[in-house]
C-alpha cells in the first residue's frame, strides 16, 4: 500500500523513519531514499547501523529552493532522477518490503523530478504485493494523494521556530 505523511506539523519524517523501523524490524529489507536533503542528520546515523535499510540521498547539500541558482536545480533535477531510477530498479528487485520517498512532495512541486517515472514508479508499488511505499512532505501533489491507501496530515499547532529558535540537533535533525 501507499502512505502519505504530509502537512506543516513536524513529524512527517519521524512517522516514515518508525515505519520503516517497524518493518525492519521483522527482518525485512527496507530503504530510504531522502530528496532535497543533503545535510547531515542523526537518523542517518541509526538508520546506517540497521541490517538491511539501504539510503539512497544526495552526498551535496544544496539548501532552499528559493536560494538554489538554475544550475544548482538543474543539478538537482539529474540527482533526484539518478535516485528515482535506482528506486525502480530495486523496486523490480522485489526484495524491498518498504521503500520510503521522504520529502518527495518537493522535487514534485519544483519540477525537479521526472513526475512520468514517478507516476509509473507508484502505479507498479501499487501493482505488488506487500511492498508498503511512504511517501513524505508538504503539499503534497493531487496524483500523489490520489495512489494514497493511507493519508495523515500533521498540523502544526504551535513550533519553537515561531519564538525564532533555530531547528535543534537531535530534535529537528
Known amino acids: 500500500m501507499i502512505q502519505v505523511y504530509c502537512g506543516e506539523g513536524k513529524g512527517k519524517t519521524t512517522a516514515a523513519l518508525g515505519q520503516l523501523l517497524r518493518?525492519?524490524?521483522?527482518?525485512?529489507?527496507?530503504?530510504?531514499?531522502?530528496?532535497?536533503?543533503?545535510?547531515?542528520?542523526?537518523?542517518l546515523h541509526s538508520l546506517a547501523l540497521l541490517p538491511g535499510v539501504r539510503i539512497l540521498r544526495s552526498e551535496k547539500n544544496f539548501g532552499f529552493y528559493s536560494s538554489m541558482s538554475?544550475?544548482?536545480?538543474?543539478?538537482l533535477t539529474e540527482i533526484h532522477?539518478?535516485?528515482l531510477a535506482e528506486l525502480l530498479?530495486?523496486?523490480?528487485?522485489?526484495?524491498?518490503?518498504?521503500?520510503?520517498?521522504?520529502?518527495?512532495?518537493?522535487?514534485?512541486?519544483?519540477?525537479?523530478?521526472?513526475?512520468?517515472?514517478?507516476?509509473?514508479f507508484l502505479k507498479r508499488a501499487g501493482e505488488k504485493n506487500g511492498q508498503e511505499i511512504i511517501l513524505t512532505g508538504r503539499e503534497p501533489a493531487d496524483f500523489l494523494v490520489e495512489c494514497a491507501d493511507y493519508i495523515t496530515e500533521m498540523k502544526c499547532i504551535r513550533h519553537p521556530?515561531?519564538?525564532n529558535i533555530a531547528a535543534r540537533k537531535g530534535i529537528e535533525y
Not at 518493518?23 to 530528496?35: D, I, L
Not at 538554475?70 to 543539478?75: A, N
Request: hydrophobic fraction near 35%.
Open 89 to 120: 530498479a530495486i523496486q523490480a528487485e522485489g526484495k524491498a518490503a518498504m521503500i520510503v520517498l521522504d520529502e518527495i512532495t518537493y522535487p514534485v512541486k519544483y519540477n525537479l523530478i521526472d513526475q512520468k517515472r514517478l507516476r509509473l
Open 161 to 163: 521556530y515561531q519564538k
Open 23 to 43: 518493518m525492519n524490524g521483522w527482518g525485512k529489507e527496507c530503504v530510504f531514499c531522502q530528496f532535497m536533503k543533503g545535510n547531515d542528520t542523526g537518523e
Open 70 to 75: 538554475e544550475e544548482e536545480k538543474k543539478e
Open 81 to 83: 532522477n539518478r535516485l
